[in-house]
């Protein structure tokens, strides 16, 4: 079946510093990756996606690139801020008949002090 | 912009009650998701639907029901709620076509006393 590996938390970093969360995957076939971001009290955001092998999602100075020689997209951030606080998710939707049903990573908890 | 607009961002019910949780997307997405979110357990799959008054199970579908009689209405039902009910519930859509990301709601954090 299909599977997210996340790394685990909580992080917590000093502001300005260099962000790494590890995500690594399981799938059949070709699957599309994305970064969903949680804030303390909302629902998820999408931060950031890609669809094909060596494709690099981006926004809000967040980077991931789709590995599938590694079956990885690792986030970074190379300076993060105070308000890039949250819980940060993985996840795959595999192609086929999967109904759009995404699976998700567990989540990492990032905090960062100023 | 993109909307996914469930009813109650607060409940507080008793065991044995029934609970009615209602989302709504203005997208005209075809898919629509209900996920329970625990700490430490992530995000898991109650029920989905694909279509008009078509539903999916998901991974921990015991205890719940759905009913989608609109496209743009999907809701989850808690027949008889029970304590260890009590969680973040999260409603969500997606189009069909690629990538198919999903978009949520804010959420509902029901408290089953």
């Known amino acids: 079946g299909n599977s997210v590996t996340q790394m685990e938390g909580p992080v917590t970093l000093s502001e300005e510093a260099f962000l790494t969360i590890n995500c690594t995957y399981t799938a059949t076939g070709y699957p599309s990756l994305f970064w969903y971001v949680q804030y303390p009290g909302e629902g998820l955001q999408l931060l950031l996606k890609a669809t094909k092998a060596d494709d690099k999602g981006s926004n809000k100075g967040f980077e991931a690139t789709y590995r599938k020689e590694t079956t990885s997209f690792h986030l970074e951030k190379g300076s993060v801020q105070v308000s890039d606080s949250a819980v940060y998710f993985c996840?795959?939707?595999?192609?086929?008949?999967?109904?759009?049903?995404?699976?998700f990573g567990q989540g990492t908890i990032l905090t960062v002090h100023p | 912009d993109v909307k996914v607009t469930q009813s109650s961002r607060y409940l507080v019910k008793r065991t044995g009650e029934k609970v009615f949780l209602e989302c709504v997307q203005d997208?005209?997405?075809?898919?629509m998701f209900w996920y329970r979110q625990d700490p430490g357990l992530g995000l898991r799959l109650i029920y989905f639907s694909y279509d008009v008054k078509m539903k999916e199970k998901g991974d921990i579908p015991e205890g719940y029901s759905v009913s989608r009689e609109k496209k743009e209405r999907f809701s989850l039902i808690l027949e008889s709620a029970s304590t260890n009910q009590t969680s973040m519930y999260l409603c969500?859509?997606?189009?069909?076509?690629?990538?198919?990301?999903?978009?949520f709601g804010e959420g509902s954090r029901l408290t089953v006393l």
């Open positions: 997208m005209d997405h075809e898919n």
């Open positions: 996840a795959l939707r595999a192609g086929g008949t999967s109904y759009g049903k995404l699976t």
């Open positions: 969500a859509s997606s189009s069909l076509r690629p990538p198919g990301e999903l978009f």
